[in-house]
């Protein structure tokens, strides 16, 4: 970044300067004379090879500085370093000893810059040792050895008059077999930032402390009663038990006068751990056993944020920049937003029992440019945490302006200095590495406070998540800072009201200048088309619930993680989580269904064709509307038309037979279509589709089959009547012939009479089991069989 404010109001006066460059001058004499002893009869060659081999073994030995306390001393303290040496070189190095350096006074924050980078080059190396009795000695570093130390040493030994940045380091001089003479064969530069007293005009600090994490929730809950919530993993179980990432950021933020930045998200998880929860393992659960970990963090953070500032980002800190440039397009996705900000303020005080700030939006890396500025303000938000690398400095101002700036539209740019909020971001697992980020933060804290007597608000915004180490180091800092005498606390809210500097720039800088390292990390088009066919899916699906809020709030939160800034990086992960949240849509809503069916028989002019609709749900189902369509209405009509429809409802874990009535008009197959809609006429589910087999008689058929069964009955009725003619004809015959007729006895019982009644008398019996003037039924009996692969309707 260009930074035009690098001048500082105060330096050293020439005359001290002059002496501490004579005095490094005449350090730096004996290894003149030294090289001017060579011999004279040197070839070029020889003197070639010998600087060669000089600069190979310079900085052969690696000096780490684990510890520099107190790291902003005062008149009266004691500077105690310790750290270790190790030898690095292929020789032996002898009469070693470590001494302490303090360099002249750095008078810009571009010069303090420059010295960070080359913070262990030998070559770099200014001002003279202190020697004396602030050394420690080494006989001999052997190779690949490290060897520790200590040195304290008085502060008024460092001749430090002037209140300043000073450069202080750390070095190794010795010598070797190849380079017999002593020589600076390693050190380590950092920073001591001196305030020798009081200063007259203090800087304003306000430091963001922030509590987010990843995703930890999926859209999944439990069947009973309280939804138990279901965990993608237990690494929120790990970063809250003692020891882990957010357990130490709220012991570490406990004693320090920051603004915590807490996600929403963050808290509804933590706080849902309290309670019954499953963790996803494999494709089943298992039950979560972190409860008192997670009770007791929460107390704890309960505790800590009583009367504090706190800010709540949009519910799962949503990807304002990802959605500003790829979202904004895609239908519903700023409702997203929205929604995730509405919610913020409310789960806040819900579990933490304090009134969050929600006026703050904070961008990825504090870049902005208009579009972002735009999708944060839409939301409702009045203040956008930037940073100087994006929204830099173009007046020339030769000092650090304060945070706040107007950018227009009532939206104030709260802009946190780059150089003190990235200076935590690197490795910090080394303590070396931890304690230059601590005195670089120092010093370039009162640079700043000395570049003018203007007294200013500056913000200082880290990375989201940081370490644990870095937490750490961070601490330290802010302890150092606000224990010295030339910085105190100040709130967000207090640094984004305060006075802006007339000066400062204010105009935001364009989409074209957006790093391209943040562009590639962004949320693609594809995520939030995705997750508005979620959104389209579950407002479908939502309308036939009786109990709307145990569906709508589960995926709503889901759908606010899909949009989470914690997914840059993590390309992989985020899009399974999205396709997980839609495939679990998509099984409740499969939850509801038609039941399918086989090919139906329809034998008669009318019948009703029952079809069920199956809810698994445990909650009822209603506003639904079943719709059974016939595709060839000229053959078979359902309800006197093409279609005929009926209102649904269905109890959870029941199904409900709904009947309709149709109306064959002619013999053959039919295909069916059974389908499900919402009130508002879009369709629900799969439809059901099935064959229906006509086999009504027609009227011409039942003409035929009446005559029929009329000829049979007037012939049966001529049969009768000339049996019965025949037969009074035979009586009469054996009533003449008196000599013709057998005596009554017992071989003729009763005689030819008695025949007749016996033959009559049967063959009434059969008239009567049977007539042929009885009418023939017009379908057949009912069958107790099955109907085999068919389905016989309901007459």
Partial sequence: MAEAADFQGTSASPARRWLRRTGALLAGAPLLAGLFQLPAATSAHAVEQTSATA???????????????????????????????????????????VGLRVGPELTTRSAIDSAAENSGDVQAATGSELGGKYVEKFPKLTQGVSEPFSISVPVNELDLSDSGVYPFAVSLSGQTSAQPWEQVLGIRQTFLPWQSGEADTKTKTTYLWPLVSTVHMTAETGSNEQQTPVFLNDDLAKDISPGGRLDQLLS??????????????????????????????????????????????????????????????????????????????????????????????????????????????????????????????SAGADKVIARSD??????????????????????TAVVADARLSTVFQG?????????????????????????????????VAPQRMPTAKQAQAMAEAITALQNGNWSESQDLTAAASAKPDPSATTKVPPTSSYPSSLRKQELPRSAFQQSASTQDKLDNFKVILSDQSRVVTPFGRAMNREMSTSWRGRATEASGFRGDVLNYLDELTNQVVLIDKSETKLSGRSATIPV??????????????????SLSPKRLEIGGASYSEQRVEVSGGHSQTVKFTTTANANGRATVVAQLYTEDGQAYGEPVTFDVKVTEFTATVMLVIGGGVLLLVLAGFRMYTQRKRAAAREAEEDGSDETGEAPAGPENPGGTEDRLKEESGSRAGADAREQPSDPAPDTPAESADPSGTGERVDR
Avoid at 84 to 91: A, E, I, M, S
Avoid at 267 to 272: I, K, T, Y
Avoid at 344 to 361: E, I, N, R
């Fill in 55 to 97: 600069a190979a073994d310079s900085g052969s030995v690696s000096v780490a500085l684990d510890t520099l306390s107190p790291s902003a001393p005062t008149d009266g303290d004691t500077l105690t370093v310790s750290g270790t040496v190790t030898n690095n070189g292929k020789q032996a190095v002898t009469d070693a000893h």
């Fill in 252 to 377: 570490l933020g406990r004693d320090l006068d920051v603004t915590w930045v807490l996600d929403p998200d963050l808290l509804a998880s933590v706080d849902a751990m309290t309670r019954t929860y499953r963790v996803k393992s494999g494709d089943t659960t298992r039950a979560g056993t972190y409860q008192a970990v997670a009770k007791q963090w929460l107390a704890e953070l309960q505790q800590t944020v009583t009367d504090k500032e706190v800010v709540a980002l949009p519910f799962a800190d949503p990807d304002i920049a990802s959605l500003a440039h790829n979202g904004t397009t895609v239908t519903g996705s700023l409702s997203h937003l929205n929604e995730a900000t509405d919610v913020a303020a409310t789960t806040v005080k819900t579990v933490l029992h304090v009134t969050p700030s929600t006026d703050f939006a904070w961008p990825v890396d504090g870049a902005v440019d208009p579009s972002i500025v735009k999708v944060a303000t």
């Fill in 390 to 411: 994006s929204l830099q400095e173009t007046g020339g101002l030769p000092y650090t302006p304060s945070a706040a700036r107007p950018i227009g539209g009532g939206t």
């Fill in 427 to 459: 490795d910090m697992t080394r303590a070396s590495a931890a304690t230059l980020a601590v005195q670089e933060f120092l010093a370039q804290s009162l640079a700043l406070n000395l570049q003018t007597g203007k007294q200013r608000s500056i913000v």
């Fill in 612 to 629: 069920t609709v199956q809810n698994n749900l445990v909650q009822g189902v209603n506003h639904l509307v079943l719709r059974i369509t």
